[in-house]
Nanobody, 116 residues
Framework: QVQLVESGGGSVQTGGSLRLSCVASGRALTDYTMGWFRQAPGKEREFVASMAWSGASSYSTDDVKGRFTISRDNAKNTVYLQMNSLKPEDTAVYYC?????????WGQGTQVTVSS
């Protein structure tokens, strides 16, 4: 079993920054891809970014890619999401997830609120 715990959410104004962290415990995440998803009120959960064990990263849109950076520290079993130039539409609960094939493990989420 893998437990994922997110932290770093909060409330910021438009243009602000936040750094989310996700610590995994229970087993090493060798060969796991780590990802971030988000769910805004009234909307479905959507993919934000992911990073493979090798370090290869993927982002949902060019806009996200230009403002967010995913990184991971395999020695610490931790994945990060640096979010800059935040917009009100980034407001959501952000979830960390892990997969080898399917997104099997999920954290409880951390709230990010961006005010205009």
């Amino acid at each position: 079993q893998v437990q994922l715990v997110e932290s770093g959410g909060g409330s910021v104004q438009t243009g602000g920054s936040l750094r989310l962290s996700c610590v995994a415990s229970g087993r090493a995440l060798t060969d796991y891809t780590m990802g971030w998803f988000r769910q805004a009120p009234g909307k479905e959960r959507e993919f934000v970014a992911s990073m493979a064990w090798s370090g290869a990263s993927s982002y949902s849109t060019d806009d996200v890619k230009g403002r967010f950076t995913i990184s991971r520290d395999n020695a610490k079993n931790t994945v990060y999401l640096q979010m800059n130039s935040l917009k009100p539409e980034d407001t959501a609960v952000y979830y960390c997830a892990a997969r080898r094939v399917l997104w099997r493990y999920w954290g409880q989420g951390t709230q990010v609120t961006v005010s205009s």
